[in-house]
């Protein structure tokens, strides 16, 4: 998703060339655990399901396999050019934190990797329980990334190991500037109830990434999305080049960043969402 403001631009953008790598890095790695927690609590045959700020629609087109003939998924983004067509999926370009989804309201609405970006997610929490029927789920999920000293597990060298190190440090810096919230995920189930929302299920799960699989994948497609700003940051070229490198041996481990996963669901009786969160 890429969602633009005049202070804090949203740090990835998807008419990138590195997008969609970033896209199939983050479904490779979360798509099952999503899904899992999705068919726990909802019946998808004929559901109206939404999903906010979806990259390049993996997840919006699961679901539109699943809600048949007689359900239908809208698929969201500031620029939705990605998102791939299907019969019962309806693309659209819209800004979660300046309204509500289209009518109607939906039995669920999923946002993934999007609130601790947005400098504005209070306003995108309100806006996304005003899209939920009464009764219907929310699926939220964030990372919460691991203290940056935590970082590297196993490195070829202990050069390699700093140089890891380093990246992440700045990274983590970069996105704060671009209006990221490391710690939202750990608030997020907290802001749901205090708007009213019952049954919220907070799951964190975590592990180690590999060099060359999904999650080293993705930090390595974000990176290159970030360049510019690293370098900005005080990281040099060359580091930059080895950590590309790096994310693709084998031979490199590290402490993945935590997934934090809130459900909730929205009452049939429903108080105001616009209370502080």
């Not at 400098?119 to 939920?132: D, F, K, M, Y």
């Not at 935590?150 to 970069?174: C, I, K, M, N």
């Not at 031979?251 to 997934?259: A, D, I, L, Y």
Request: charged share 20%.
């Amino acid at each position: 998703m890429h969602v633009p403001t005049s202070e804090s631009p949203y740090a990835f953008d998807n008419s990138s060339a590195h997008a969609q790598a970033h896209h199939t890095a983050l479904s490779d790695l979360r798509d099952a655990g999503s899904q899992a927690r999705i068919s726990e609590v909802v019946d998808l045959h004929g559901a109206v399901c939404a999903d906010i700020g979806a990259g390049a629609g993996g997840m919006a087109v699961w679901l539109a396999g699943q809600v048949g003939l007689t359900g239908q998924v809208l698929a969201t983004d500031i620029n939705p050019d990605r998102i791939p067509a299907h019969p019962q999926l309806l693309a659209i370009r819209h800004d979660i934190t300046q309204s509500p989804l289209p009518e109607p309201r939906h039995d669920l609405v999923v946002c993934r990797f999007v609130l601790n970006h947005l400098p504005e997610r209070l306003a995108a929490v309100a806006n996304i329980i005003a899209s939920t029927r009464p009764g219907g789920v929310i699926l939220t999920e964030d990372f919460l990334p691991r203290a940056p000293q935590q970082f590297v597990e196993q490195a070829p060298t202990d050069e390699d190991a700093r140089v890891l190190l380093r990246f992440e440090s700045a990274y983590l810096g970069v996105l704060t500037k671009h209006g990221n919230d490391r710690h939202w995920s750990v608030r997020a189930g907290e802001v749901f109830k205090r708007r009213g929302m019952i049954d919220v299920d907070v799951q964190e799960s975590s592990g180690l990434w590999y060099g060359g699989g999904p999650g080293c994948r993705m930090l390595r497609a974000a990176m290159a999305q970030l360049f510019d700003d690293l370098v900005a940051a005080g990281v040099k070229t060359d580091d930059l080049h080895r950590v590309g490198e790096l994310l693709q041996d084998p031979r490199v481990t590290v402490n993945g960043h935590v997934v934090v996963s809130v459900r909730a669901r929205r009452p049939q009786a429903q108080k105001s969402a616009n209370q502080p969160g």
